[in-house]
Structures are given as structure tokens and as C-alpha cells.
């Protein structure tokens, strides 16, 4: 099976006002194809950052992240973007949507990085189609202020598989959701990622939603064990 990912040795910390915290010590984790992974641990643990670390929003003090046999800080910041925005989707716990465009505008902004060489009329139909996957095929010309925020959570999963990403990054993609509707994210979440064969890594405080993954880790400490 092949690897999707792997991180080697990741450190990082970062300096406040007046202390220095290093969140990452050496934390390692190799992912392979359509595998799901979950990743928990304390609050302030630094699973946020090794998140970021690894979809390369945030550069690592020392260590080494490849993505599809690419070294993501080998690269410059423009190759990182464009291979971010081809191969990786982003789901966070906020939504992160813009207020100002309407649902399939939002789910469409992958696709206007130019990554995809396709027209806007393709780029809207397969948003459209994406909105109707996640069940929101009646709320298309919506804003995000006019739904709940399950509604928008789902807005979210389909914006991240905009461009066909191989790897889903989430940052507890359930976090502010009720039990049963967090349930039900869960379930689109791992359900889409089996159908298009994508891999999965998953920050979450939950233990049943990291045990639906295949694997767990916890961060702890700055490395990451298998649980």
C-alpha cells in the first residue's frame, strides 16, 4: 500500500511573551492510502500544530514532511500552495466559510485557485453535485448565516473535496456540534473518504470519533504514540 504521508521527527515551538513552548519533539507518523487516522490528546497538547505542520500551513522548526513523494518544505512557498491546494482538503472545527458568497460559491474556491484547469460552469457543477453528496442539494443558493451549523459543516466537507484531494486534514471537524449531528458529520466524513479512497487525519477531543478511525495517536508530550 502506498504512502500518502509521512512526517519525520517534527519539532516546533513557538515564542511568547515571556517563555519559549515547544509543542512538537520529534513527532513521526506515516500514513498510507484511504487509511484514516486519529489524533488526540490534551488540550494545548499541539495537535492543531501538527496538523498544520503537516498540510504545510505552518513551517516545522526541524524535521521532514512528504506528501505524494514530496517534500512540502523543499518546496517554495508557491509549489507548496498549488500541491496544498491539488492533493490536501482542510476541514476545521470553525467552518471557515465566507459570509459574503452564497453556499455553492463557497464550496466552488478550491477549484479558483486554477489548480483544477476546468470553467467556472464545470467548477459550479461539480460543487453542486458535491452539496448534493452531503445532503444539502435544497440549500445551494443559501449563505452560511442562513444555516445551522451542521448545515455548514457539510458545506465545509464539500469545499475540502473540491479538487479531489488524496489527503482530508481535519481539525475537530465535530467540535462545535451536538453529539448527534457530530455523529452524523462522522459518519459523511468517513463515508465520502472510503468512496473517493482518500486518507484521513483527524484531530478530535472524542474518543468514540477517534474510534472510528483505524488507528489512533496521542500527542503527548511532543511525540506521538499509538494508543
Known amino acids: 500500500m502506498s504512502i500518502i504521508l509521512k512526517a519525520e521527527n517534527l519539532y516546533k515551538t513557538y515564542t511568547l511573551p515571556h517563555k519559549k513552548v515547544q509543542v512538537l519533539k520529534g513527532a513521526t507518523l506515516e500514513v498510507s492510502a484511504g487509511e484514516r487516522v486519529a489524533i488526540v490528546g490534551r488540550s494545548g497538547a499541539g495537535k492543531s500544530t501538527l496538523l498544520h505542520v503537516l498540510g504545510g500551513l505552518d513551517k516545522p522548526d526541524a524535521g521532514k514532511v512528504t506528501v505524494i513523494g514530496r517534500s512540502l518544505y523543499e518546496l517554495s512557498a508557491r509549489q507548496r500552495t498549488a500541491l496544498r491546494a491539488e492533493k490536501i482538503g482542510f476541514v476545521f472545527q470553525s467552518y471557515h466559510l465566507l459570509p459574503e458568497m452564497d453556499v455553492t460559491e463557497n464550496v466552488m474556491l478550491p477549484a479558483m485557485t486554477g489548480v483544477r484547469k476546468i470553467t467556472k460552469a464545470q467548477m459550479r457543477k461539480r460543487a453542486q453535485e458535491l452539496l448534493e453528496q452531503v445532503g444539502l442539494k435544497e440549500r445551494m443558493n443559501h449563505t452560511p448565516l442562513e444555516l445551522s451549523?451542521?448545515?455548514?459543516?457539510?458545506?465545509?466537507?464539500?469545499?475540502?473535496?473540491?479538487?479531489?484531494?488524496?489527503?482530508?486534514?481535519?481539525?475537530?471537524?465535530?467540535?462545535?456540534?451536538?453529539?448527534?449531528?457530530?455523529?452524523?458529520?462522522?459518519?459523511?466524513?468517513?463515508?465520502?473518504s472510503r468512496s473517493n479512497e482518500m486518507s484521513v487525519i483527524m484531530v478530535t477531543h472524542s474518543?468514540?470519533?477517534?474510534?472510528?478511525?483505524?488507528?489512533?495517536?496521542?500527542?503527548?508530550?511532543?511525540v506521538l504514540i499509538k494508543t
Open 149 to 192: 451549523g451542521g448545515e455548514q459543516q457539510r458545506v465545509a466537507l464539500a469545499r475540502a473535496l473540491m479538487n479531489e484531494p488524496m489527503l482530508i486534514l481535519a481539525d475537530e471537524p465535530t467540535g462545535n456540534l451536538d453529539r448527534l449531528t457530530g455523529s452524523q458529520i462522522m459518519d459523511m466524513l468517513l463515508g465520502l
Open 207 to 222: 474518543a468514540d470519533t477517534a474510534a472510528t478511525c483505524d488507528r489512533v495517536f496521542e500527542l503527548k508530550d511532543g
